[in-house]
């Protein structure tokens, strides 16, 4: 088990080098300054070439890489150019946003993805048909799309949520209740687009996967023997069929932080998606290098943690990777 | 070819892409587009299926500047669909290329390109997309480019697996006997056999692309106005939901019935063509 996840971990972290060394370079090769965005079109090159000098843009891309690289690991993620903030205090206001909201559409979207999925399984032919079409349908929709019906119901015709933000203008006064459901108000909506796109997904690939379980010659003994029905389903085959579930979780990571990329940017949701579009338009470099490394850091601890949960389910796999 | 014709999916999914690029290929036919400019204050946020003042007929209604959503929606059907499926034909090419030579050459080619295909495959690629997005000039072409740039390496892991089982069969041996190129065997002999997952993955990927080029429009990092893309009428809709709310649906609503199209036609194709995987779980519709 150690050797294989020391293996993984050793994976994530070239994974990890990898998009923070592309991201450098892409950045510094594009086209657009962020000191001339910074100053506008009215200052001077004088003005210009003493503001890239204190942000030591001037300096040989190399040398930049390896001095920023050195920071980054010591915990220096430096200062927002456009906002003049400290990038760590950025996004740590934007990580717990994105957390709650990515979290819990995560736990929401397997809970409904694996009992709708399961339904499809066990479901007659024609519940099974029209089950497939609405998650065939869910998961062709847009976020983003998806999000403006949403708040073109909800928000503009019936009035009863709002649309924008993480709390009320008034959020920093409530407390106690008023402030809970203040904020649980505001999350819904956003929480109910990313779910609605997670189950479709989900269901589609439970009901596959608990479809060859069923065909399984040990199922069929199972039933023979005169098990309950439930019983077959939930010792035999939800047991089988979880663990290509649990890989797939791991794989669905980078999809629900690109899907709240789009979200979080419709709700005004004040988190690592939305920030992270608003540094790429302002090309501000230490927000977007950091939210970059950040996302990918996300991502690879989403895989780890997925290889984790698959060997605790499948005694198969966690004696393989023992044996090598 | 006989299982395809027998899926409903798949008589669905083809039915509907073939609806769409005929009439995104027939646009000036099946629209029309106004010579002289029409009176915007007077025509605009007509709702759908209303006529405005000249007696036209508007079956979208009209968006803010008074132009036919119908229209608009036709014109953006050549780019949507024509910037999805080249998209998606540079990521196949980039794949078989790195697929076919991964599968082919063994020792550290096969192991160097496989650890830079995985490593590919974990970044996040909303994320690369934003990044390249933004950092050029938007447009049309950059989409494709980008597109394509991270979308291989599914397609080259599939082709490798593939390319890999065929290099052993003794066909490829024989030819290999009669001392033909390692080149001429690869190109001649096994990637024509190799190609079957790769036609799924082009029909799921198709619909994919299309959906990532109208988030990146959405956000205005793709294809710009006036030009229409379904993207970036989504996003001129969001501005005028509350008075026009068609604007948004009904590039939307094409965006999703293209994509379920796509998924459907992908699902039922890698049904036919592996059978051992359709006998046992039934075709999802």
């Not at chain 2, 390109?113 to 933004?134: Q, W």
Request: one cysteine or more; aromatic letters at 6%; charged letters at 15%.
């Amino acid at each position: 088990m150690l050797p294989a996840l020391a293996r993984r971990a050793a994976t994530g972290l070239a994974v990890v080098a990898g998009v923070v060394t592309l991201t450098f370079f892409l950045l510094r090769l594009a086209p657009g300054d962020p000191v001339e965005l910074l100053l506008g079109p009215t200052a001077t090159p004088a003005q210009v070439a003493a503001q890239r000098h204190t942000l030591a843009l001037d300096r040989p891309l190399a040398v930049q890489y390896v001095a920023w690289l050195g920071r980054f690991a010591r915990g220096e993620w430096g200062t927002s150019i456009a906002t003049g903030r400290p990038v760590r205090a950025l996004l740590g206001e934007a990580v717990p946003a994105t957390l709650e909201l990515v979290g819990l559409s995560l736990v929401l979207s397997y809970l409904l993805g694996v009992a709708v999925g399961a339904v499809q399984a066990i479901a007659r032919p024609r519940v099974d048909t029209a089950l497939s079409v609405a998650t065939v349908t869910l998961f062709a929709v847009p976020g983003y799309w998806l999000a403006l019906m949403l708040i073109m119901v909800f928000t503009y015709w019936a009035r009863a949520l709002p649309a924008f933000g993480r709390a009320g203008l008034d959020g920093d006064l409530l407390a106690g209740g008023p402030w809970l459901a203040d904020r649980l108000r505001h999350l819904v909506l956003p929480l109910a687009t990313l779910t609605l796109i997670g189950i479709g997904g989900i269901a589609r690939f439970v009901r596959g996967a608990m479809h060859d379980v069923v065909g399984q010659p040990f199922v069929r003994t199972a039933q023979a023997k005169g098990l309950a029905p439930f019983a077959v389903l939930w010792r035999h085959v939800a047991c089988n069929a979880l663990i290509p579930v649990a890989i797939l979780l791991g794989l669905s990571f980078p999809a629900l932080f690109s899907g709240g990329v789009f979200v979080e940017f419709v709700f005004a949701w004040p988190g690592v998606g939305r920030r992270l579009v608003e540094a790429v338009l302002a090309r501000d470099y230490p927000v977007v290098m950091a939210a970059t490394a950040l996302s990918a850091m996300l991502v690879v601890a989403g895989n780890l943690l997925a290889d984790g949960v698959v060997g605790w389910i499948d005694p198969r796999i966690r004696q393989r990777s023992d044996a090598s | 070819m006989k299982r395809l014709l027998r899926d409903r999916r798949a008589i669905f999914g083809a039915g509907v892409l073939l609806v769409v690029v005929a009439a995104a290929l027939a646009a000036p036919l099946v629209s029309r587009r106004d010579a002289d400019q029409p009176d915007i204050v007077a025509t605009r946020f007509l709702p759908p299926l209303s006529a405005d003042a000249r007696g036209a007929i508007h079956p979208l209604g009209t968006d803010r500047f008074g132009r036919d959503v119908w229209t608009r929606l036709v014109y953006g059907a050549r780019i949507s669909l024509g910037v999805g499926a080249l998209a998606v034909l540079l990521a196949i090419a980039i794949g078989l290329a790195v697929g076919a030579v991964a599968g082919y050459w063994r020792g550290p080619v096969r192991a160097l390109l496989l650890a830079f295909t995985d490593i590919a495959l974990a970044l996040p690629r909303v994320v690369l997309l934003l990044l390249l997005a933004a950092l050029w000039r938007p447009s049309a072409a950059l989409v494709i480019v980008v597109l394509g740039l991270t979308g291989w390496m599914s397609v080259a892991r599939l082709v490798q697996g593939e390319v890999r089982s065929l290099a052993a069969r003794p066909f490829v041996e024989g030819a290999r006997a009669l001392g033909i190129s390692r080149v001429r065997i690869l190109w001649r002999h096994i990637l024509p056999n190799a190609l079957t997952p790769v036609i799924v993955a082009a029909a799921l990927g198709i619909g994919n692309a299309i959906m990532l080029e109208a988030g990146l429009s959405f956000l205005g990092l793709g294809v710009q106005p006036p030009t229409p893309s379904w993207g970036s009428m989504i996003a001129s809709g969001r501005d005028t939901l509350v008075n026009a709310p068609w604007v948004a649906a009904a590039p939307g609503l094409a965006l999703v019935l293209v994509v379920v199209a796509c998924t459907l036609l992908g699902d039922a194709l890698q049904d036919a063509l592996d059978p051992t995987r359709g006998s046992r779980a039934p075709p999802a519709l």
